[in-house]
């Protein structure tokens, strides 16, 4: 198993949900935390939550969508870390609405921090994480990244290429000291269905709707899905499924590449 204890992660998203769930998971075992989001007092929070695990932490606010505050990023956390070990690219949002509803400048917002903030930091990271005597890249995924639902095309997008950056680079980084997971998360109950974006011409009748069924769907405490994750980096895997509900939408669009929306529509509306 990978040994975490005393190790550096980075971890974007710190201020909550699954952010926070896996940096407790990680300070459990006694590794060490740069926290980056643009939450500052969620990140306070999650900072005071896991304080007592006796690793050092420290917060630092980033806008995952301002490429030029990711290129400074790096020597932030060198200032209060000797190096950087893991990479957890968690942080991410949401948006509702079908590809006619979604405004142009909507889908660009999504995708400059679910897939072009995962890039970003991947490249602005990867010379520290070279010179760590083992690494790794951890990049969230979705559920959303196997399967892709009428109504999500801009989510699915971004998620499907986070899997097909993260799949590509751990080729190219076969041969080094770096690894790199994907993680497909099912629904982990946190607050991304709340704060996620809608399409302008979707009435406030049908997002309160949308809002009410996507709770229902996200059941998951975001501390297992943290726990599961960690897991996983321990034991250097490069794909983790998060939740019963990934797992079983893995198994069927591999049976089904083409056809599973013509099972799971029915599913989903039930």
Same mark, same amino acid.
């Given at each position: 198993?990978?040994k975490?204890?005393?190790?550096?992660?980075?971890?974007?998203?710190? %201020?909550s949900g699954?952010?926070?769930?896996?940096?407790?998971?990680l %300070?459990?075992?006694g590794?060490h935390?740069a926290? %980056?989001? +643009?939450?500052d007092?969620?990140?306070?929070?999650t900072?005071?939550?896991i304080?007592? %695990?006796?690793?050092?932490?420290?917060?630092?606010?980033?806008?995952?969508s301002?490429?030029?505050?990711?290129?400074a990023?790096?020597?932030?956390?060198?200032a209060?870390?000797p190096?950087?070990?893991?990479?957890?690219n968690?942080?991410?949002?949401a948006?509702?609405?079908t590809?006619?509803?979604?405004?142009?400048?909507?889908?660009e917002?999504l #995708?400059?921090?679910n897939?072009w903030?995962v890039?970003?930091?991947?490249?602005a990271?990867?010379?520290?994480?070279?010179?760590? !005597?083992?690494?790794? +890249?951890?990049?969230l995924?979705?559920? #959303?990244?196997l399967i892709a639902p009428?109504?999500q095309?801009?989510?699915?997008?971004?998620k499907?290429a986070?899997r097909?950056?993260s799949e590509?680079?751990?080729h190219?980084?076969?041969?080094?000291?770096?690894?790199?997971?994907?993680?497909?998360?099912?629904g982990?109950?946190?607050s991304?269905?709340?704060?996620?974006?809608?399409?302008q011409?979707i009435?406030?009748?049908?997002?309160?709707?949308r809002?009410e069924?996507a709770?229902? #769907?996200?059941?998951?405490?975001?501390?297992v899905?943290?726990?599961?994750?960690v897991?996983?980096? !321990?034991?250097?895997r490069?794909?983790v499924?998060?939740?019963?509900?990934?797992?079983?939408?893995?198994v069927i669009e591999?049976?089904m590449?083409?056809?599973?929306?013509n099972?799971?529509?029915?599913v989903?509306?039930?």
């Open positions: 198993m990978l975490l204890e005393g190790r550096t992660a980075v971890v974007t998203g710190a %201020a699954m952010g926070r769930a896996i940096a407790t998971s %300070a459990r075992r590794c935390l926290l %980056a989001d +643009i939450d007092d969620g990140l306070q929070r900072a005071a939550e304080i007592a %695990a006796g690793v050092r932490i420290s917060r630092h606010h980033l806008d995952l301002d490429a030029g505050a990711i290129t990023f790096p020597p932030r956390v060198t209060e870390h190096g950087v070990d893991i990479l957890v968690n942080a991410g949002v948006l509702g609405g590809f006619e509803q979604t405004a142009e400048g909507d889908f917002w #995708f400059a921090i897939f903030g890039v970003r930091m991947t490249r990271f990867l010379p520290l994480l070279h010179k760590s !005597e083992e690494a790794r +890249i951890v990049n995924s979705s559920l #959303f990244g009428p109504g095309t801009a989510y699915s997008a971004s499907f986070v097909g950056f590509s680079l751990r190219e980084l076969a041969r080094t000291n770096i690894g790199v997971t994907v993680v497909h998360r099912g982990v109950a946190t991304i269905s709340e704060n996620a974006r809608m399409a011409s009435s406030k009748e049908e997002v309160a709707e809002r069924r709770k229902a #769907f996200l059941r998951l405490p975001p501390e899905a943290g726990e599961v994750i897991r996983g980096i !321990e034991n250097r490069a794909r499924l998060v939740g019963g509900d990934a797992k079983g939408m893995a591999r049976l590449p083409v056809t599973y929306w099972f799971l529509g029915r989903f509306r039930r």
